[in-house]
Structure formats: structure tokens, C-alpha cells
């Protein structure tokens, strides 16, 4: 394993710039997701450390050594695809040994660490199959044994679990987690699935229109957005468009539409007074009041929808401004909502995130 370090790297095609000037650090032994919508750059940006595409602008270090311009088969790396691409003509034995065989490895050390990466992945009986008789599930982790098997020093999956059934994702990312840590492996992971990077990263890097929005831990990047964009893309979350009434010492004043109420906020970045600020609520950070009380930080609406999902209430609550919000309500369940019914929607002043014009 070695660490891995991108400085300033740039990637166009024709006068569109894929990748402007990103820069990151992956330390030895640790997984970190490159996470964001589709055509962000991050598919882009991890083909570039594979060596499929040379960067237009930067350097790539693996270690103290420069590999921007080296051959993809001169960097030891292994790419898991989110298509597998095995191939359909041979077994799964001879799938796995394919990149030994390109590296002339002995035919006897081929057969034990092919086996040996079957196992790795729970496959180990299955060598004489074809693709076409396993699922995808068993599919993706041939693919992921094939890329074991020639020993590299960085692991690249690209979106290696979106063809699998929400079920099997889940049960998926674990295992690759597990088995990257247990073999100490460097690992970059491109994801646009919020849940997926959150739960299987060391550190993400949220991307979008080619540039790094926010680099941290899956904790910090949930707990504090750096821009409303990251607190948009980030889980589910509403978003509004309140004016700032007034802003002191870390705190905003946000003035609510249609009603004589303000909402506080003591998370705030480049607030202007007078200027619309993008307001960024989670739904299960909100409260719902039955009665007004001045000393919270309340705004009125009217229940519009209420689903029951066993451990919470789904709402759909208009707000005074005529905004739609989502709640979800996990606690006073034995006293339900009704559609129709006016309340107050509560949420702490931390967990109000105000972002200005210069944070969108």
C-alpha cells in the first residue's frame, strides 16, 4: 500500500474542464470516497490515477513517486467496475488469474492466489462457473477477487455496487470495508449514493462541476456543511430561501414569509443582511409543536401529508411562505398528527443551516 496524493490536477476534454485543480491526500490504509452527482468529476478524476487519462494541468504521486505520465500497467493498481467486466467466455478461474497471466507469474502461483482471493470474497467453490451462472452479487465479488489477486498498492472501485438491490448493497459495502481493512489496502471509492460513502469512508471528498466542495470525515461533512450545496447533496434535506433580517456575533435573524415569526440560527456562513440566505433543515432535526411558544424557535404551517413508517411519521408540512417541508417525526407517535392540522415546526438555532450568497 502506498499513499496517494493529487497537487492542482486538471482534466479537459475538448473546452470542457472535467477536473479543475483538484487536490487531495490518501493516506496509507485508508478508504476515501470521491462522492457527488453525476458528471462531477469524480469517475474522471479516479481514471486519471488508474493512468486511463493523463492530466491536463498537475502531478500524481503514489508515494515519492510521480506517476502522472506512467503507464496504467506500471502503477499497480486495480480497478473494481461498476459493469464488473468480466469476461463472459471465461470461468471464474481463469477471470480472477487474467492479470497474473499478464504479469508472467508462474502457472502454479497463478492457481494459489486466485484461490486464495476466491476465499477473500466467500467464492472459493465457484471457480469453475461461468459469469453467466452467478448473480450479480457473486459477480461483483469476482470482480473484486480479480482485483485482490495481483497484490496492488492502490485499490480504484467506480461505483462497484449500483447494479446490486438495495439489499445486497448494503450487505456489499460492509464486506468490501471489512476486507480493504483487513488487508491494510489504500482505497478511492467513487460513489454519487450519499448513504453508501457515508457508511464505508475514512474521509470523502464531495465534488461537483469538477471541483472539491468540502473534504472530511463522513461525521463532519454531515454535522457541518461547508456550503449549502454540500448540506443540500448530503442526506435529505430541505431547503429554503430566507431573507436575513439581522446577523451579530455568529448568529442570524431569518425573517419567514406570511408571518410575523423570525427563525434563528447559530449556524452561519457569509450571511449579508437584506439578502436571501439558503436555509438547510433536516427532516429528522424537526420538531412538531401543537401550540405556539415564543421562547422556541418556531415557524407555523398546516400538515398537508402524514405516512406512517413504523419507527417514525413521514410529514408533509406547508409552511406560511407556502414552502413544502419534510419532518420526520420519531418521538410523541402516540399522539399523531392529522392532515389539516396547524402546528409549529421546531428546530434547535444549531441545526438551522444559513448559508449567504458567497457559500452556495
Known sequence: MVEVRLEKVMKKFGEIVAVREVSFEVREGEILTLLGPSGCGKST???????????????????????TTMPPQERNTAMVFQNYALWPHMSVHNNVTYGLKLRNVPKEEQNRRAQSALEMVDMGKFGDRMPNKLSGGQQQRIAVARSLVVNPDVLLLDEPLSNLDAKLRVETRREIRDLVKNLDLTA????????????????????????VRQTGKPRAIWESPANAFVGTFIGEANHLELPVASKANGQGTLSIPNSTRTLKSSYTIDLEEGKPAKVVLRPEKIKVDFTEDLTK?????????????????????????????????SEGLSDPVKVGQNVFVQVEPSQVFAFGPNAY
Open 188 to 211: 478511492l471509492y467513487v460513489t454519487h449514493d450519499q448513504e453508501e460513502a457515508l457508511s464505508i469512508s475514512d474521509f470523502i471528498i464531495v465534488m461537483d462541476q469538477g471541483v
Open 45 to 67: 478524476t479516479l481514471r486519471a490515477i488508474a493512468g486511463f487519462y493523463y492530466p491536463d494541468g498537475g502531478k500524481i504521486f503514489f508515494g515519492d513517486r510521480d506517476v
Open 297 to 329: 424557535n418556531q415557524m407555523p404551517g398546516r400538515i398537508r401529508t402524514v405516512m406512517f413508517m413504523g419507527d417514525h411519521e413521514r410529514i408533509t408540512c406547508r409552511l406560511a411562505g407556502g414552502v413544502d417541508i419534510i419532518i420526520k417525526r
